[in-house]
C-alpha cells in the first residue's frame, strides 16, 4: 500500500478477519474461521498478530496551517500566496500581462481623443464599398473582385481566430461592451489584499470558508397589455396598432396587415445562457431582473414603435441593421429575406392572421373597369415581375403571339388552384442570381451561361443594355449605341442625359426608389427588385394599371386565334407621346406577319 505524507487508520470491521485463511491443509483447503473453537485447539488457542504498513516512513502529525490565496486580477485566477513569484514567472501570467499592456496603451490613446468619433452624418461615396474584415476601401464595381481575393480570404479567417480567442480569454464570445469614453470619471476599486477570509484551506481537516449565497427574488415582469397600453399611449406609432393576445402580439401594419408575434420576437430579445439576455435592436446586454428596466426604457419604447411596411414585419433600424420581427433575427436586406428565405415563409404562414395586400387586389380583380376573359397561367401575385423572364414548360401554340409577358390563354377556369400549387412547389426549388432572378437549381448552370446573367454579374448597369453587334451595345432607356467597353459603358451611365432619361422612365411609370435594393410602383401598388424596374415597366400588368397601350391588335388577334371574345368596357388608348417604344424587333416582325395573314 502506498502513502505520500498520509497516515491511514483501518478498523477492523471493515476486514473481514475471521475470513482470513490459516492453513490450507485442514478441511480440503477450506477457509478457517479465526475464532471457532476446534481452529483454535488446532493452534492451542494461540491468535495471529498482523498489522497493516505503508511502504514509506509513517511520519509525525503535522500541524495544521492555513493556505492564503490572493487574486491575480491579470490572469483571473486565485493563486497562493506562498507561489505568487512562481506564477509571476510562468508563460500564461506573462502572456496576460503582455496583451494587458498593450490594451492600456490603445486604451489611453483612446481615451485621450480629442476628435468627433461620429461618423453617420459625413457624407459618403456611394460608388466605394468598405470592407469590414480588410478595414479598406474598396470600388464598388470591384466588391465581388475583393471578396474572392486571397488577402481578404486571410483576413476573414484571422477574424475567426480573434473570435475564437476571445471566447478563451474572457468565456464569452460576445462584442458588446459600454463605450470606454463614458467611463472616464469612474473609479474601479480593486483589492489587492490576501483574502485569508474568503478561501481557506487546511491540511488534513480541510476547513473552506466561501461567501455567503445571497438569495434575491425577482421582479415580477410586466404585464403585456399594460406595457403595450403603456407604448401605445406615449410613443406616435401613426397608423399601427399593438393589441395583446395572451403571450403574444397582434400587429396592424402600415398597409393594414395583422401579423401575431410572441413577446420575445416583439422586443427582439435572445437569452444569453440563465442570467442575461440579449437585444437585437439596441444592442444591448442586460441582467434578466433588468427586465422591466430595459423594456421601459425611452431608446427601447423607440425601436420597438419603428414603423413596420407590410406583413412581413421588418424593422429597418439603419441602411444594414434590419430586425425581422417573424423570425426575431438581425437581417441585411428586406426583400432577399422576405422572397428567398423558406424559414421565413413557413413562419409567416403561421404568424400571418390577415393580409390585406392580398385583399385589395382581390377586390381590384372584382371591381375592375374592364375585364378579358382569360385564364393566366401565372397567378398575380408581389414581385410577379421577377418571374418574367422564367422559361416557361408548356407547349406553345404555333398561332399565338411571343410576348415579353408569359401568359396562356385558358378556358378552364377550375385549373388555377391546381396552378397554385404547382407554381408554389417551383418556386421552393428556385435559386436567386445576380441578376435578381428566381432560376430552377437544375437550370441554374445553363443560366449562368447566359449573356443576361453576364451582363447583371459585370456592372450593375449592365442589365439596361442589349447586344446590336459584337463589339456595339445598345441602352434600352436612351436608344443610343454604345462601345461594348468599361470606359464607355461608364461613361454614358454616368452622363446626365442618361440619368435624366432614366429619372423620366421612372417618373412616367410612377415608380419611385425605397432603397438600394427596392423600388415601388404606385400604380401596381408593388415593390420591385433592383434590377427589375425597366422589366416592371414592360409588364403587360403594369400597362394596363397605368392606363398605357396595351396592343389591342395583338389581344384580338390572340382571341380570333383562341376562338374566344374579349369584353373591353374601355375603347383602346392611343400610344402615349411620353413611352419610349417598347417592343422588341422580333415582336414587330411576328405582328407583321400577322397582319399580312
Known sequence: ???????????????????????????????????????????????????????????????????????????????????????????????????????????????????????????????????????????????????????????????????????????????????????????????????????????????????????????????????????????????????????????????????????????????????????????DIFDLKLYNEHILSDGHMKMVSLPLKDKHCVREISDSWRHCLVCNAIIECTDLHSLCNTDHSNNLQNLLISDKVNELHTKSDTNADFKVNETVSEPIRLYNDVLKSIPSNNPKDNNVIDSNVDTNINNNNNNIDEIQSSNDDEVKRKRFCDANLSISTKKLKKHEKTMKHIFNTMTDSHYLLKIVDVNILQCKVCKVDILNHYDDIDNHFSHADHVNNYDKLLNTNSIRKIDKMTYYCTNCNVPILFKNEYLHTESREHRIQSNFNVKPKTIREIDETENRNATIDKPAVEPATNVGEIVEPNVNNTVEQTKNA
Open 1 to 283: 500500500m502506498e502513502s505520500k505524507n498520509e497516515v491511514y487508520v483501518i478498523s477492523l470491521d471493515a476486514v473481514d478477519v475471521n475470513l482470513l485463511p490459516t492453513s490450507y491443509k485442514y478441511a480440503h483447503e477450506k477457509i478457517v474461521p479465526l475464532w471457532t473453537k476446534s481452529n483454535l485447539d488446532l493452534r492451542n488457542n494461540d491468535y495471529y498478530e498482523f498489522e497493516i504498513r505503508s511502504n514509506e516512513c509513517i511520519q509525525p502529525d503535522k500541524k495544521n496551517f492555513t493556505i492564503e490565496f490572493m487574486t491575480c486580477h491579470i490572469c483571473d485566477i486565485d493563486v497562493p500566496r506562498v507561489y505568487l513569484n512562481e506564477h509571476n514567472k510562468s508563460f500564461k501570467h506573462k502572456f496576460n500581462t503582455k496583451i494587458a499592456d498593450v490594451a492600456l496603451k490603445r486604451l489611453q490613446l483612446y481615451m485621450t481623443r480629442n476628435d468627433n468619433t461620429d461618423s453617420e452624418n459625413i457624407e459618403r461615396d456611394p460608388s466605394t464599398y468598405y470592407c469590414l474584415e480588410c478595414s479598406i476601401i474598396v470600388d464598388r464595381k470591384d466588391e465581388i473582385t475583393h471578396k474572392k481575393s486571397m488577402p481578404h480570404k486571410n483576413s476573414v479567417l484571422f477574424e475567426r481566430f480573434l473570435k475564437d480567442f476571445l471566447y478563451l480569454y474572457t468565456n464569452d464570445d460576445q462584442l458588446d461592451v459600454k463605450d470606454t469614453q463614458d467611463t472616464k470619471s469612474e473609479t474601479v476599486d480593486t483589492d489587492n489584499e490576501f483574502k485569508i477570509g474568503a478561501k481557506k484551506e487546511q491540511i488534513g481537516n480541510k476547513e473552506i470558508a466561501k461567501n455567503p449565497t445571497v438569495t434575491t427574488v425577482d421582479k415580477p415582469k410586466i404585464n403585456l397589455k399594460d406595457y403595450l397600453t403603456i407604448l401605445n399611449n406615449k410613443v406616435n406609432t401613426k397608423s399601427m396598432f399593438f393589441k395583446a393576445n395572451g403571450n403574444y402580439v397582434e400587429i396592424e401594419t402600415l398597409d393594414g396587415s395583422v401579423v401575431r408575434v410572441c413577446e420575445e420576437s416583439f422586443h427582439a430579445l435572445r437569452k444569453l445562457g440563465r442570467k442575461f439576455n440579449q437585444c437585437m435592436i439596441c444592442k
